[in-house]
């Protein structure tokens, strides 16, 4: 078996083949051998192999001893959005920002053979910074591996840069990754043209998520009100968002919006 596919089958590449029935000694109707062995992907993945019997005063002849090929199967690797917070169907937060602010990148590297990206070329994050439509050398960013899961069940990568806005400020980014064999699979979502879009300000907008309201707080809207106006934090909320929240608690409580005016008068207090 040339394991090492050098054309060449070299003296470690010779394997002894045991009997399947020791009990069997009628070769005249034939005698059954086997070998296993692990087969490890190398070059094209395609091997030469052949058999080789001697009786002791010539070798066998037929079909198989003669070149044979087998082929190695590479499952490609898969890449996924993460599905953390902020990237459950993007791979950049912020998703919107302000121009040179922080942006990181997040990918999800996922491979059958738990085969991991063998260079750090392998996991590459590529983003259009100056806004000319295509994807220039040094526009394509290696990341480093964010945890320590095995490949085959899924390792999340990473890349942070800032980003100035350029044009309408919105940049083009895309995913690569290859196992060493082959490239990521194309019809992942990671893979198409996504968009990150960075505004002309330095200003960074906030950006809101989903999350699952604790099983305690359920109902609780007043009383989330009450805290955030007895520490001034909603001091930094925009009028109209405060408005609504205060709406909301008045509502929650006695389905209507007569207590809303209590609410905005202690808010006033506190000012």
């Known amino acids: 078996m040339d394991t090492n596919d050098n054309g060449v089958y070299d003296a470690g590449e010779m394997f002894n083949m045991s009997e399947v029935d020791s009990v069997d000694n009628n070769y005249y109707?034939?005698?059954?051998?086997?070998?296993?062995?692990?087969?490890?992907?190398?070059?094209?993945?395609?091997?030469?192999?052949?058999?080789?019997?001697?009786?002791?005063?010539?070798?066998?002849?037929?079909?198989?001893?003669?070149?044979?090929?087998?082929?190695?199967?590479?499952?490609?690797?898969?890449?996924?959005w993460t599905g953390e917070p902020y990237y459950q169907d993007s791979g950049a937060y912020p998703a919107t920002g302000g121009s040179n602010a922080t942006y990181t990148f997040r990918v999800k590297y996922k491979d059958a053979d738990n085969e991991c990206p063998p260079a750090a070329s392998d996991v590459q994050v590529w983003i259009d910074e100056n806004n000319d439509g295509t994807y220039d050398p040094g526009e394509k960013h290696n990341m480093t591996a964010a945890d320590g899961n095995a490949c085959s069940s899924g390792r999340v990568h990473t890349y942070s840069t800032t980003l100035a806005s350029i044009g309408d400020g919105e940049l083009?980014?895309?995913?690569?990754?290859?196992?060493?064999?082959?490239?990521?699979?194309?019809?992942?979502?990671?893979?198409?043209?996504?968009?990150?879009?960075?505004?002309?300000?330095?200003?960074?907008p906030p950006q809101l998520d989903w999350r699952a309201v604790p099983a305690g707080q359920k109902g609780s809207a007043r009383a989330l009100v009450r805290q955030a106006l007895s520490s001034r934090s909603w001091l930094n909320i925009p009028t109209r968002i405060t408005r609504a929240l205060l709406q909301a608690a008045a509502t929650s409580r006695s389905g209507s919006t007569r207590t809303t005016t209590g609410y905005m008068n202690q808010a006033r207090n506190i000012i």
């Open 172 to 204: 083009l980014y895309t995913f690569r990754a290859s196992d060493g064999f082959a490239q990521a699979a194309t019809d992942a979502e990671p893979l198409s043209d996504n968009i990150v879009t960075v505004l002309p300000l330095t200003n960074t």
């Open 29 to 80: 109707d034939g005698k059954l051998y086997t070998h296993t062995m692990p087969l490890s992907k190398y070059g094209d993945n395609t091997f030469t192999y052949r058999f080789k019997f001697s009786a002791g005063t010539a070798d066998a002849t037929g079909d198989p001893a003669s070149d044979r090929t087998v082929t190695a199967i590479n499952n490609a690797p898969i890449l996924s």
